[in-house]
């Protein structure tokens, strides 16, 4: 009978980028580690591995609790080393893909820091997985599940507070969760130029199906180019149906594996736990084929999840490093703000004095609040980090007079000659069948050199997440029959994005011309 790939592979106690290697060397086709394989390829990879001995042994190592930075490198395993192990006589085809599996998925990772070459050399580090969808679906709930099952406890009366982040330790290894729910939080980090998320979870509640924030959830993570894994929540309920998600995703163009897709969906309760193990099963398997690595020997770069300020300790920031470690006593620099570590603590509240890469630490040092999102770099010593921020300071001044002394160009006012180009739109009208006759219309309009590109359409009024997401992708909000809320224009008007309301569907129409010859020719 026909197996799953992943199954097979956790039956061989082979790592999946390595089972992936080996059908790609028999050239069998797959989606991604959910697909089905024949019974004669079973065999035939059965042979390949006994003959060759590379059962691994090390995938269900547990992680160690309160894991040191690099403790789920190792916990982990590394798939390219064991593939060029000189005793396997590789039988199926060269050593060191493990990139390639990765691209055979429906999943998109995000731009990596590091060069192929240099790729195999650089540890693995744990994924960062943020948790979004529509408010009252469970993102809450799922998220204190895991962190209740899975957070190793700290010494007696120890009380986790809420920094951002935390970690948890699974059977694959270590998974840091971002722990602020929803795309906000999400799309406010990205909005300052910085990805954090490695995946994201979509949680739709099986009692509900798809709902706007849903919608929007997903045109998020599409946008930032973050794998998605759907987690349908509330299976306990007797009136749940996950049928209908399914068929309702399908709609979105995305088709959950059992239909012939690549979307990896998992029915979860946050009640029961049904499920959980399952979902972070899958979170694991997605990180390994994205091969995520960052080198913890590297030069240090960070992100911060979030900031406040503690009546007793003062400025207190939660930063995630992403490449390098960070130690007691570093410099750090944050836009033009510089600090020393004076002490860190991890998501679990310990002392620490050393943090690496995919690790979120509570950081108390910093002199100014950082503002979520704002990329964190190190400085060899005081006198660097002034450097750097003067540097900072002048070369934003620098672009500030550019930006207002700069001439166009003729390119820049015509826009680069014959490539394709994209108009970007959010659609927000009254209902849904407004919503379905504007996109009927757009979706005639596109030509060969200029798409139409609607990122997200949605009942009801903008919101401030539209307005972000449309500040990162350099989209116009259209609507109809709605208006934004005055706190949104403000926020648009900061952002510099464009919010246009319509109450005829033809002037909205008229304005979508504007924006596609707008790409074209310079209006005066
Ligand atoms: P959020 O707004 O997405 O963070 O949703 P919450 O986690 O706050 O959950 C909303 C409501 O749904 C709460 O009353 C939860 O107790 C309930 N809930 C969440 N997950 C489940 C589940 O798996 N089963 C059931 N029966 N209820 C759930």
Redesign the pocket.
Known sequence: SKVRIYTLAKELNLENARMLEILDGLGVSYKSVSSTIEEDTVELIKQIVAEEGTGSGDEVTQAPAAAPADAPDTAKGDAAPQASQPAAPAAAQPAAQAQAPASATATQGRDDVVSDASKAEIPHRAPVVTIM?????????????IRKTKVAAKEAGGITQHVGAFEAQTSKGRIVFIDT??HEAFTTIRARGANVADIAII?I??DDSLMPQTREAIAHAQAAKVPMIIAI?????PQANPDKVKTDLTQLNLVPEEYGGDLIVVP?????G?GVEDLLEYISLNAELEDLRADPKGTFAGVVIEGRVDKQSGVLATVMVQEGTLHVGDFLVVGENYGKIKAMTDSAGGRIKEAGPSTPVQILGFSEVPTSGEKVSSAKNEHAARDLIATRASDRRDTENAQVQRKLTLEEMMGPLSTVRTVNLILRADTQGSVEAIQGILARKESEDIKINVMLAGIGAPTEGDVLLAGTAEATILCFSVTAPGSVNKIAENKGVDIKSFRIIYELIDEVDRLMKGNIEPVF
């Open positions: 969808g529509h408010v009252d679906h469970g993102k809450t709930s799922l998220l204190d599940y729910p929803g949680v509640a099986a929540n509330k299976m306990d309920l979860v309760s946050a009640k029961t049904e």
